[in-house]
């Protein structure tokens, strides 16, 4: 494990996914995973590769290393789970911002997922943030997939928040109402982003009031 640390304070931990015996540590509880859940599970989603880690944390860390490892991570589980859906979230990555500072890291990660037919995904449905528009949105929007997209709604992302803002204690953003926020999302997911998978998490009282209705007939 290294500390994810912004703004000069630990935020976190991460696991070094770019170390060699990590991966073959992580390729094996995939195998077994797979051995007992595959075909019985409708899909397998891995951790976001946004993380807050730099050489000067891991000397043995590099964004171009990095990127490599989610790749062999990605075919791990695909590997594993040759029946379900395997999702890489992809959303940030080390080494780039885009669009100014354009490394190629985020896009290999999706031309990655298209080749060997692992689903595509990300945390935080943010359609008015510019960070996510630039990254993930943009990617998935722009791309033309025959692998599986999935996007998903956080928590937060009810009151147009994220688990990354300072004032993400009480949910609430600004004058954003959940009630027309939500059809919104769904409509932005289904029509722009073209997803086959939406995932909704269940925070109090959107998820219930709001989002569970429509599974019965109703429309978001």
């Known amino acids: 494990m290294v500390p994810s640390k912004a703004n000069g304070k630990t935020i976190g931990w991460v696991s070094k996914r770019w170390n060699p015996e990590v991966q073959k540590r992580f390729a094996a509880l995939l195998n077994a995973l797979g051995d007992e859940f595959d075909g019985e599970i409708e899909g397998i989603n891995l951790q976001e590769t946004a993380i807050e880690v730099s050489k000067d944390l891991d000397p043995t860390f590099s964004p171009g290393i990095y990127a490599e490892a989610i790749q062999n991570n990605m075919r791990a589980a695909k590997a594993a789970f040759s029946t379900s859906t ?60 025959t692998a599986p997209i999935g996007i998903a709604v956080q928590d937060g992302n009810y009151t147009g928040s994220t688990g990354a803002d ?29 997803v086959d998978y939406m995932f909704w998490v269940d925070q109090k009282p959107y998820f219930e009031q709001q989002v569970l209705p429509c599974f019965d007939g109703g429309t978001p």
Do not use: C
């Open 86 to 145: 395997t999702m890489q979230y992809a959303n940030f990555m080390p080494g780039e911002w885009l669009p100014w500072e354009v490394e190629g890291y985020l896009r290999s990660i999706y031309e990655s997922g298209e080749k060997i037919g692992g689903g595509l995904g990300a945390p935080d449905l943010m359609y008015k943030r510019r960070g996510q528009l630039n990254h993930p949105i943009a990617m998935m929007h722009e791309g033309d997939f």
């Open 166 to 194: 300072e004032h993400f204690s009480d949910r609430k953003s600004g004058s954003v109402d959940a009630s027309t926020a939500i059809p919104l999302l769904h409509a932005f997911a289904q029509d722009f982003l073209k």
